[in-house]
């Protein structure tokens, strides 16, 4: 596997003047469909891991080895680098340091860890963060347990919705200064504090959750954004997809009237069927 050539590639992107989109994926075929559409990279989130590995809502009930078995079947299927939201890495700093081993060898390209009190703490009515010294300890051992140099290492925080812009700014700061490689921000709603985040840090920096006028990707270029989430609607359609076949074939229509469903055309490419017939030629006579 070659892990590292999609290292570099998701580094360059975080070194590059452009801010793009990623695709949103969450298994082999979803990821394999988002590498021939031309994404240049993949995003797998904390959220749709919890959906499609546990049906269950993003309430951090998934474990480490549920997600990053699932992020390693996404990686070996394709050549797409991915990046991964790991939360807030399963657990405290120590926890953290088996995250980063786990998602490396599951062939990760990059990660973000973000300094939110998660799973939500019993009591608490609304988002909580940890302190900045306990967020900045966990940077430190994420960093500490990366064994190939070329991955890559976000902290992130919601601080900005949570707390302050100011706070966001502080935490941003504090992680840069603890050496990880971007700054991932959630909960931006304007470009004033966009800029001021821009201009107090130095990092490429990931935006999650934007809409309104922070989706100018020109803008957010020349604001240093170098990866802007779009949400996960590929897995929302999906189950729409599935719910309206079902739906339709347990209502009594034929199969071969079914609407939405892939061509056997597509099928045969998300499957790499031209591979499979190849070597079963090759090597099964
Ligand atoms: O990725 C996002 O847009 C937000 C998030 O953390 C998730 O969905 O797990
Ligand atoms: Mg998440």
Redo the contacts with the bound molecule.
């Keep these: 596997m070659h892990w590292t050539d999609r290292r570099k590639r998701f580094r360059a992107l975080l070194a590059g003047d452009r801010c793009i989109h990623p695709g949103?994926v969450f298994d082999p075929i979803s990821a394999r469909i988002a590498e021939d559409l031309g994404f240049e990279i993949g995003?797998f989130?904390?959220?749709?891991?919890?959906l499609t590995v546990l049906g269950a809502p993003?309430l951090i009930v998934l474990t480490l080895s549920e997600f990053a078995g699932q992020a390693y079947r996404i990686n070996r299927a394709g050549n797409l680098p991915l990046m991964v939201?790991a939360?807030h890495g399963y657990g405290n700093a120590l926890n953290v340091r088996r995250t980063v081993e786990e998602l490396e060898t599951a062939g990760v390209s990059g990660m973000?860890l973000?300094d939110t009190d998660l799973p939500t703490p019993h009591g608490t009515t609304a988002p909580r963060l940890i302190s900045i010294a306990e967020g900045v300890g966990k940077m430190k051992a994420a960093l500490g347990a990366r064994q190939d140099p070329d991955l890559c290492i976000a902290g992130?925080t919601s601080a900005v919705s949570i707390t302050s812009l100011d706070d966001a700014i502080a935490r941003g700061r504090a992680y840069e200064e603890a050496g990880v490689d971007a700054l991932f921000f959630?909960g931006v709603r304007t470009r004033a504090e966009l800029d001021a985040i821009s201009e107090a840090t130095k990092l490429p920096i990931i935006l999650?959750?934007v809409s309104g006028d922070l989706t100018d990707l020109a803008y957010l270029g020349a604001r240093r954004v170098r990866i802007a989430?779009q949400?996960?609607q590929p897995f929302a359609a999906a189950v729409k997809a599935t719910y309206e076949t079902l739906k339709a074939l347990r209502e009594g229509t034929q199969p071969s009237k079914l609407q939405g469903v892939a061509s056997p055309e597509l099928m045969k490419k998300v499957t790499r069927d031209a591979d499979y017939a190849r070597w079963t030629k090759d090597f099964l006579g």
């Design positions: 949103s995003m989130a904390g959220s749709v891991a919890s993003d939201d939360d973000s973000e992130r959630v999650g959750g989430l949400g996960h």
